[in-house]
């Protein structure tokens, strides 16, 4: 069995690492604050986040990845570097390290290269590159080498990935590009048309977090926002309810039914009888949103399972995949 001393899930928000004998040991924003001048990294992670939207001029704060994949080379083999570093503070491993990193699936060759090309110069001595849904059935502990269908939906921040995998490969998948971080911008755009107040990122993001529903509430809750009115141009305190987010999020939420759905109707029978029985596995931040699950349960008719740690499940199974790796290895060498 190959051995994996790091899984690394490349998120477009957040980069999560596993480390094998000690479990997820970074769990930061994919964010980096720079100085394009003098080509100088200023910050990285939760520090670079905070300075989102209140830099002063020649200092610029920008998320390396887009989509899952990355947009800005440079910036991301830094960003990782700098994590894989923190993440080996966290335990001593003699050499360098094998690491296996999560990608999208569906994405292209030339984005694949790019992902493990910039893992590759962090030092690692063996990259191995694996599908988000692979990984993320891996971390929930299912046994994908066994004939028998199983089907994960990871919502992250900038894609959701969609799969039935069976054998050991996906059968069925789709990755869509909505997902936490549309929500966010979802969100900011509904208050602007309701309300003429501009949202910035992170305040639309936090309002996300606490009262965020795909559901109505019973018991309806709310949370202030501050933002900038349009009209008068001040700033502005605004009481956001969490029914008023169901509406704000109509739009993505029905974006990720139909590609679910879709694959549903798509899949062999025999596999989808196999998800009836055991359910369709849920990870990815973005299925922490209220309702989400039992959302996805009533649209479909099949139960949804919800991971414990949803954030987690990716980077966990990258760390984890070091059989699988190997059985896939040994049937390429047969074919």
């Not at 477009?12 to 080509?39: F, H, L, S, W």
């Not at 960003?79 to 999208?104: D, E, H, Q, S, Y």
């Amino acid at each position: 069995m190959y051995r994996i001393d790091m899984g690394i899930d490349l998120g477009t928000a957040n980069v999560c690492i596993y480390m094998r004998d000690k479990g997820i040991v970074i769990n930061q924003p994919a964010v980096v604050a720079y100085q394009p001048k003098e080509k100088k990294i200023l910050a990285v992670g939760s520090k670079a986040k905070r300075m989102l939207g209140k830099t002063p001029e020649g200092i610029e704060v920008e998320y390396p990845l887009s989509g899952g994949v990355i947009s800005n080379y440079t910036l991301a083999e830094r960003m990782i570097k700098a994590f894989v570093k923190n993440a080996l503070k966290k335990r001593k491993i003699w050499g360098r390290p094998n690491i296996c990193v999560c990608t999208p699936t569906g994405i292209t060759e030339v984005e694949r290269r790019a992902v493990e090309d910039a893992v590759v110069r962090t030092g690692a001595r063996q990259v191995f590159v694996l599908e988000s849904s692979i990984a993320a059935a891996i971390g929930t502990g299912a046994d994908i080498m066994e004939t028998l269908g199983h089907m994960v939906v990871d919502i992250g921040e900038g894609t959701t990935d969609i799969a039935v995998i069976s054998a050991g490969n996906i059968a069925a998948g789709t990755s869509v590009k909505c997902a936490g971080g549309a929500y966010t911008e979802a969100l900011a755009r509904y208050v602007k048309r309701k309300y003429n107040v501009e949202l910035g990122r992170l305040s639309a993001e936090d309002a996300k977090v606490e009262i965020g529903s795909v559901m109505k509430r019973k018991q309806d809750i709310t949370y202030e926002v501050k933002g900038k009115n349009l009209l008068s141009g001040l700033p502005v305190r605004l009481e956001l309810s969490a029914n008023e987010t169901v509406e704000a999020f109509e739009e993505q939420t029905n974006q990720i039914v139909t590609a679910i759905t879709g694959i549903l109707e798509t899949a062999p029978a025999e596999l989808i009888s196999d998800v009836a029985k055991e359910g369709i596995f849920l990870s990815g931040g973005g299925s922490q949103l209220y309702g989400m699950a039992r959302l996805l349960q009533e649209k479909t008719g099949v139960k949804v399972v919800p991971g414990d740690e949803p954030e987690n499940v990716v980077a966990a199974g990258a760390g984890m995949a070091g059989e699988y790796i190997m059985i896939q290895d040994e049937d390429k060498r047969t074919d």
